[in-house]
């Protein structure tokens, strides 16, 4: 194994030079950085990260904490993060918090004993209370999906509120008049939100709000048949369903053909999210598009100048949009 000697004597510089070039010093001269560089990649040098840690105070990686590590919500965010990061030459390390206030914490707690530089955290069930202590004491930290004035500049999120809103309202304007809304665990600020946009459609096109056409299911994979089957159950004449994810949707393409329903001709279905897999179903699925991409561009952004010690900014809101595909029957269109 090479060492640091043979790179500095391979490079005709000092100790002192390859060590700043390791640690990235800003100080050092492009000319000797390159060398440097070209020695260690000839020597095949690999620097001891714990080490570097130590010498630098910086580990050059990043935690980061979601609901779960499957599925392709959280998928897609944490495949987007560690990309920004690589070309940063920064790790990302992740643990889940599997719906748990205790492995939570404990995820937490194992992201700050690797040493992380910063923190990137979508908490399911920590109040934000506890979310604004985590920040004071690690203040290198972004806060997903949560919107806490306290700490604002260390939060993004979505407009969760105005994408239920804009999936009613669309159901709305394609001449539905009886539209169900199969949402995530109430639990979660996201449904909450999202159930308060698809009243404020409503309310605005002066139609009733009904609350036997809500029915509460989950985010998850877990979502059982049966949560959509009641609104079909309950003979309210449902023409259109408002699901507040695609995998929600996905079931009740399910359920609809159980209940002899074409989707797109007898009942219409919005999902949310945009899931990969949605243009795929038959029919393909209407869906609100989540800009999770930008949200980890995004957070990763904010993080890294906590970290670099760069200007940082208010909370930023990202807006969710309409994605027109066939599980929508618009014949009806205003």
Not at 55 to 73: E, K, Q, T, Y
Not at 185 to 209: H, T, V, W
């Amino acid at each position: 194994m090479s060492t640091i000697d043979e790179v500095a004597k391979l490079a005709n510089v000092s100790k002192t030079t390859v060590s700043r070039v390791i640690n990235r010093h800003t100080t050092v001269k492009e000319k000797n950085r390159q060398k440097v560089l070209a020695a260690m990649e000839e020597l095949n040098f690999k620097p001891n990260s714990f080490a570097q840690a130590l010498a630098s105070s910086r580990s050059n990686s990043i935690g980061m904490l979601v609901g779960s590590l499957g599925g392709p919500f959280y998928g897609v965010l944490m495949h987007q993060a560690e990309i920004e990061l690589r070309r940063e030459n920064i790790h990302l390390i992740t643990s889940s918090g599997q719906e748990s206030e205790e492995i939570e914490r404990d995820g937490i707690r194992f992201l700050q004993s690797k040493m992380v530089d910063g923190m990137i955290i979508h908490s399911d069930t920590l109040h934000d209370d506890e979310l604004i202590g985590i920040v004071k004491r690690h203040p290198k930290t972004v806060i997903l999906n949560r919107n806490i004035p306290e700490i604002t500049e260390h939060c993004l999120f979505l407009d969760n509120e105005l994408g239920g809103y804009l999936a009613t309202k669309y159901l709305i304007d394609t001449g539905h008049k009886q539209i169900g809304c199969l949402t995530g665990q109430l639990s979660k600020a996201d449904s909450r939100d999202r159930l308060f946009g698809y009243r404020k459609a409503l309310s605005e096109a002066g139609m009733p709000y009904n609350p036997s056409l809500v029915v509460e299911g989950r985010f998850d994979s877990e979502t059982p048949i049966d949560a959509g089957k009641r609104l079909f159950e309950r003979d309210l004449d449902v023409d259109a369903v408002f699901c507040q994810n695609d995998q929600l949707a996905l079931s009740m393409y399910t359920i609809a053909a159980g209940f002899g329903k074409v989707v797109g001709q007898d009942i219409s279905i919005i999902g949310f999210d945009n899931d990969h897999y949605t243009k795929h179903l038959q029919p393909s699925l209407t869906t609100m598009h989540y800009p999770l991409q930008d949200m980890a561009m995004l957070a990763v952004d904010k993080v890294l100048a906590m970290v670099n010690g760069d200007k940082i900014y208010p909370s930023d809101m990202l807006k969710p949009w309409v994605v027109e595909r066939n599980s929508v029957n618009t014949q009806n269109k205003a």
